[in-house]
């Protein structure tokens, strides 16, 4: 049986966690010394090629879990995830009923 205070517990030890890792991140990158470095071509396009294959993959994911995304920011702003249009009318109603036989 797990209390909740254990769990408080540990939600604060990882906030501290994260803390200490995100200061130390940002010290290092503060503090650090020019490296004076050569960067050839070849390394801009692998950096390039990079940075595009994240967006990729980042639409990738969106699309693979595109209902559980919009029922999150559903939930976030208190929306109850139905489709109606700006006059109060359910878009998912039957359209048959629209068109002349």
Same mark, same amino acid.
């Given at each position: 049986?797990?209390? *909740?205070?254990?769990?408080?517990?540990? !939600?604060?030890?990882?906030?501290?966690?994260?803390?200490?890792? %995100?200061?130390?991140? /940002? =010290?290092?990158? *503060?503090?650090?010394?020019?490296?004076? !470095?050569?960067?050839?071509?070849?390394?801009?396009?692998?950096? %390039?090629?990079?940075? /595009? =294959?994240?967006?990729?993959?980042?639409?990738?994911?969106?699309?693979?879990?595109?209902?559980?995304?919009?029922?999150?920011?559903?939930?976030?702003?208190?929306?109850?995830?139905?489709?109606?249009?700006?006059?109060?009318?359910?878009?998912?109603?039957?359209?048959?009923?629209?068109?002349?036989?």
């Amino acid at each position: 049986m797990v209390r *909740t205070g254990r769990r408080e517990t540990m !939600a604060n030890r990882n906030r501290l966690r994260t803390a200490q890792a %995100l200061t130390i991140a /940002l =010290a290092g990158l *503060t503090f650090a010394a020019p490296s004076h !470095a050569y960067l050839d071509p070849g390394t801009g396009s692998i950096i %390039l090629q990079s940075i /595009l =294959a994240s967006v990729a993959v980042a639409i990738g994911v969106l699309r693979l879990y595109w209902h559980r995304f919009k029922s999150f920011i559903a939930s976030l702003t208190g929306n109850s995830g139905e489709t109606k249009s700006p006059g109060g009318q359910d878009l998912a109603q039957d359209t048959d009923s629209h068109h002349e036989s």
